[in-house]
């Protein structure tokens, strides 16, 4: 075991609370951390940190499902669909790719994140 | 995904968030193997996986019961804050 290891577990420990916190948001995390951390490719980044998630998912999702906090069908169609996005996007991402990708997954994010900073001002604290 | 639960299907923060996680495994599960088979080499790093995992299991699962206690809108505003965050490193270092 290397120190570069430590350096994952420790990496995975703080990605693992983002993702059991705020789901596939906290995953994007890994990805930063490996192409900064870990001098990985964009695309490796990708690769591993889809790897890492599904162990991650498996045992944050688990404990979402105990605590009654998951909407078990919009978690199967969203995930069902996006199993064909995925491996369109997958496809892309491997053969493709390129700044230009990044480039117009990045203005996406952006923009949803103003929609849902707009939304979280404009509505009422739900209990 | 969280913003198409949380802006189109009304679905509440906490829960858009736990269920995102769940709706990710699938799509990890279909993605994993096109990264894997499709290229000369495979484009995942197996043992840094592995040692991510080792920390994300423990990690996911404290961030897990912690979400429970956090109030809806300090998480709505930390998602979306998370969310512009990645998305300006994405459009300006690719």
Redesign the interface.
Known sequence: MTW???A???????????????????????V?L?TIG?G?S???A????????????????Y???R?K????E???W???G??V???V???L???VA??????I??????T??????R??RS?P??P | MIPLLVLWAHVDQRRANATSLVAIIPIAIAAVPVYYFTKGSPQVDLRVALFLVIGSVVGAYLGARLLKSVPDRPLRYGVAALMLLVGVKQLVFP
């Open positions: 570069m290891d430590v994952a577990i420790v990496g995975g420990l703080f990605a693992g609370v983002l993702s059991g916190l705020v789901g596939i948001g906290g995953g994007q995390v890994f930063p490996l870990f990985a964009q695309i490796v990708q690769g591993t940190s889809l790897a890492a998630i599904i162990p991650t998912a498996f045992v944050g999702g404990t979402h499902v605590h906090t998951v909407d078990l919009a978690a199967v969203t995930g069902g996006g199993v996005g995925a491996v996007g997958a496809l991402a491997v053969h390129g700044p230009l990708l990044a480039r997954f990045g203005a996406l994010l952006i949803s994140s103003f929609l849902l900073f939304r979280a509505q604290e739900t």
